[in-house]
């Protein structure tokens, strides 16, 4: 039989149709949340095909929609994530209410900035992810320290910090005054924290970190906070068999809401699909 015959794990369907991440779909499910045919499921290792009826929540799966990929200018200060235990300003709050739910690849610490891509297609944010597909992650650093540039030609072989081994990195100094210098570091593997980690094992300080480029898509001039999505004909290029996608524009971000009393995130539903279904109904209405 052949794969498309046995159909595809229901948590990759749920995910393709917008309601949350695959990995939420499998704890939706496990929670006895979904439903296939009118019966509820509490295991993921289920195949659906085009005709399975699923519902979430007592709700229909909506119709799965094209997967479609963002350029995004990461502000300074803000979390790559949904929602943060210390009311920090998460990636959502800046990002146009026009947008779906969207992912995103990769991630950017709380004082990095720069290219992230964000996706509504699950599948898609893990293909670009998986280091299989080989593509360099580009940062421009600026560092503050004294060093030889020798020793930035010695990252090219990789390097092990604290008992664990990073790739090759390939490092390039820019410009120099005095203590202070800009690089450019290039890496495919993008361990947490990696660039950071590494230059202080060579004695350097990071006070500013900026990704310019992610494989074949690049930062450019996108202003901070700016989305750009990008076109099916680059998805297609780039990709080769990734679906059509919708127009592109460049879409600014909305004001950031004033921080509550004592700094706690605003309270909202508890569970992951909840919250982003929640958010992306306000969205909605805000449009």
Known sequence: MSEAAKGERIAKVIARAGICSRRDAERLIEQGRVSLDGAVLTSAAVNVGPESRIAVDGEALPAAEPARLWRYHKPLGVVTSTTDARGRPTIYDGLPATLPRVMPVGRLDLNSEGLLLLTNDGGLKRRLELPATGWTRRYRVRVYGRFDEALLAGLAKGVRVEGLDYGPIVARLDSRRGANAWLTMSLKEGKNREIR?????????????????????????????????????????QLGDAPKAQKSGTARPKPKPRARPGGKPKPGPKTPAGRLRSDHANRRRKA
Do not use: D, I, M, N
Not at 200 to 221: D, K, N
């Open 197 to 237: 980690k590494v230059c202080a094992h060579l004695g350097l300080q990071v006070s500013r970190l900026l990704r310019v480029a992610y494989g074949p898509f690049q930062l450019g001039q996108l202003a901070v906070g700016e989305v750009e999505e990008v076109t099916a004909k680059v998805l297609r290029e």
